[in-house]
């Protein structure tokens, strides 16, 4: 795997358009053609569905842009670096989410990180939950805001928890359930809904979904890869989501309602126990310093 192969499948994947990549990396079509398929081979996977009229990501190719993505940023993070020779040695601390959104609480914590740890660079990245274990196996990142996980084993990652989180119906305020103290599971049956793919739920959720897929029809349901992506479909009508109250998902025109009967889910932080430095546990102390108010 190159450099050159990854340009051009983050290229391929933003444009959904080989010619169109050929013309912005200023190679020829074929070319473009033999990086994506080299890469294929590599990875033993099949990236792109290429019709005569269309170009699409499979599943296996949304997972692996967002990791084709931080090995680029890393490339040209380490080449940027030696090539300023820095007056300083730049400490990273790479933080992990499930979602995009759940880095706003992260602002006044990194603030605090800066003060005492002048040279700390912080690095995100976007974990699914399906890649929680190998992340922390790998030992890849620093630490990972995430709900608690079962069957991640001990030995691989410590897990502390800041709080816990109930399980929302969110409705938009037109809704007929607006109104409703707690809403139980049997009355989503009739609902539409708006549902996460599975890579994105908790388990409390994902056991939830699949409660509800089993016995409604498909056309009842819509999957989203976000919790964004669920709030605007919910604002606009579209169903009932299904959430955990993350402080960050709060929206003006939305209701929030109890799943009546739904466990607490834990919220916290994963990370390696045995590489546990002074970052960190300053890191992990705000972070409980922060939800403890």
């Known amino acids: 795997m190159n450099t050159v192969q990854l340009t051009c499948f983050i290229t391929v994947a933003e444009t959904l358009n080989f010619l169109k990549t ?36 499979t599943t296996e190719g949304i997972i692996f842009l967002n990791d084709a993505k931080n090995i680029m940023n890393i490339t040209m993070q380490a080449e940027k670096r030696f090539a300023e020779h ?32 002048p040279n700390i660079n912080p ?40 709080t816990k989180i109930p399980v929302m119906c969110v409705v938009s305020k037109d809704h007929p359930f607006v109104h409703k103290e707690y809403i139980k599971e049997k009355e989503l049956i009739n609902q539409k809904l708006i549902l996460f793919e599975p890579q994105k739920c908790t388990d409390e959720i994902g056991m939830i979904q699949n409660r509800l897929i089993g ?19 919910a604002t606009a009508g579209y169903g009932i989501a299904v959430l955990p109250k993350l402080p960050s998902l709060n929206r003006q025109f939305l209701r929030y309602i109890p799943l009546k009967g739904a466990e607490l889910l834990s919220y916290g932080v994963y990370y390696k126990s045995t590489v546990v430095n002074s970052m960190l546990k300053y890191f992990l102390r705000l972070c409980g310093e922060y939800y403890a108010e």
């Open 22 to 57: 050929a013309e912005l990396l200023h190679i020829s079509q074929p070319a473009v053609t033999k990086q994506i398929k080299t890469l294929e081979d590599e990875l033993k996977v099949k990236l792109f569905h290429r019709t005569t009229r269309s170009v699409e990501l």
């Open 86 to 117: 820095s007056e300083y040695d730049r400490q990273i601390f790479t933080i992990g989410t499930h979602e995009q959104s759940e880095l706003s609480f992260l602002s006044e914590i990194l603030h605090g990180m800066r003060l005492k740890f």
């Open 123 to 162: 690095v995100f990245r976007v974990v699914s939950f399906q890649h929680l274990y190998q992340y922390l196996r790998e030992e890849t990142i620093d630490a990972i805001i995430a709900f608690k996980k079962t069957g991640v084993q001990k030995q691989y990652g410590k897990f502390q928890e800041f």
């Open 215 to 233: 016995i409604k029809p498909s056309k009842d349901i819509m999957f989203c890869d976000s919790f964004d992506a669920s709030l605007t479909l």
